[in-house]
């Protein structure tokens, strides 16, 4: 399975971005996707994730209400649509695929994209 992030950049605070990670592979549709941040000198952080379907959604408190995970099936493609944005969402963003759903350790996904800088100006 490879995975490929897009859609990072610079956004004023209140400001919106989307990321999207797009999955290749076999059986990769069926694995579900998970969206992890890791700043500088800081642990690898959950965000949020989604199941093979599309149907079963997961969000770390900080970002519930800002921020919505997607799936297009047909473009076997996983979205993280970023609303009210705040200076401390600024870091680099990976998506990882697992077998499972509902993890939220990095440790149980099985394959992570390059990862996609967002930097949220004050």
């Known amino acids: 399975v490879q995975l490929v992030e897009s859609g990072g950049g610079l956004v004023q605070a209140g400001g919106s971005l989307r990321l999207s990670c797009a999955a290749s592979?076999?059986?990769?549709?069926?694995?579900?996707t998970g969206w992890f941040r890791q700043a500088p000198g800081k642990e690898r952080e959950f965000v949020a994730a989604?199941?093979?379907?599309?149907?079963?959604?997961y969000y770390t408190d900080s970002v519930k209400g800002r921020f919505t995970i997607s799936r297009d099936i047909a473009k076997n493609t996983v979205y993280l649509q970023m609303n009210s944005l705040k200076p401390e969402d600024t870091t680099v963003y990976y998506c990882?695929?697992?077998?499972?759903?509902?993890?939220?350790?990095?440790?149980?996904?099985?394959?992570w994209g390059q990862g996609t800088q967002d930097t949220v100006s004050s």
């Open positions: 989604i199941n093979w379907s599309g149907v079963n959604t």
């Open positions: 592979g076999r059986s990769s549709s069926s694995y579900a």
């Open positions: 990882a695929a697992a077998r499972y759903e509902g993890y939220y350790s990095g440790s149980f996904y099985d394959y």
